[in-house]
């Protein structure tokens, strides 16, 4: 009877002890950085996007079983946006639902852009992002659905 009772007290002790431990999500922080970030891109305001990118940013690309570093700091990332901007085949994003988990934000992004028939063209992707220190650190893009 006391082994269980010391189990039963143990454990509620542990349990009690991870539950302090755990810090609100504060959503509203990752969606603004977020959010941020895509008006920035749909302006194509390469300097506001560099604003919000953490000088370590990775950006990833998930297909299958295989990630690729599409893009690594800060340099690479604003190098690449700058040039896709530019270009005649950008797209203009939205945020189509959100979650967040700790320093995750998961959405799906809807990509959409002139058709050559004159209609609106759009694909959709879920993106995970990483947020450190109010800036985004890592982004994780899998493979585009129609």
């Given at each position: 009877m006391k082994i269980?009772?010391?189990v039963i007290a143990a454990t509620a002790f542990l349990g009690l002890a991870g539950c302090a431990s755990i810090k609100p999500v504060?959503?509203?922080d990752e969606n603004a950085i977020i959010s941020s970030y895509t008006k920035a891109?749909?302006?194509?305001d390469i300097t506001a996007m560099s604003a919000l990118m953490h000088s370590d940013i990775q950006w990833l690309s998930v297909e299958g079983d295989q990630i690729t570093v599409v893009a690594d700091g800060k340099v690479d990332l604003v190098a690449q946006m700058?040039?896709?901007v530019a270009?005649?085949?950008?797209?203009?994003?939205t945020l189509d639902g959100s979650i967040a988990d700790g320093p995750f934000f998961a959405?799906?992004?809807?990509?959409?852009?002139?058709?050559a028939d004159g209609s609106t063209a759009e694909q959709s992707a879920l993106a995970i992002y990483e947020v450190s220190d109010g800036l985004i650190l890592?982004?994780?893009?899998?493979?585009?659905?129609?």
């Open positions: 269980s009772t010391r504060e959503q509203h891109y749909n302006d194509r700058t040039d896709y270009s005649p085949t950008a797209t203009t994003s959405v799906r992004e809807i990509a959409s852009w002139p058709g890592r982004v994780w893009y899998y493979p585009a659905t129609q």
